[in-house]
């Protein structure tokens, strides 16, 4: 059964800094995409980062230049580093884990965690 787990969410003054992450069992951690997406009240969730089984890494726009989306795979976890944070993006960060194997799409999510920016 997979299981993803956030933690590292907060509340923190505007210009600060949180750093998120989370842990996932019940795949093989290295063959899944990994991102994290934010949901604000009354607005659709959002691609925040994603990074990729090879590395690669996507960003939405309104978080390049200060965030940074990182893997480890010796231990399962995907961490979102955040920098220079601002009021509007206070939200739920959920993790999740994807991928496209033989035509079927897989996507995992976690519980999501809480992070309000706000002085």
């Known amino acids: 059964q997979v299981q993803l787990r956030e933690f590292g969410g907060g509340l923190v003054q505007p210009g600060g800094s949180l750093r998120l992450s989370c842990t996932a069992s019940?795949?093989?951690?290295?063959?899944?995409?990994m991102g994290w997406y934010r949901q604000a009240p009354g607005k659709q969730r959002e691609l925040v980062a994603t990074i990729s089984s090879g590395g690669s890494t996507n960003y939405a726009d309104s978080v390049k230049g200060r965030f940074t989306i990182s893997r480890n795979n010796a231990h399962n976890m995907v961490s979102l580093q955040m920098n220079s944070l601002k009021p509007e993006d206070t939200a739920v960060y959920y993790c999740n884990q994807n991928r496209n194997w033989v035509g079927i799409r897989e996507d995992y999510w976690g519980q999501g965690t809480q992070v309000t920016v706000s002085s």
């Open positions: 019940g795949k093989t951690f290295s063959d899944y995409t």
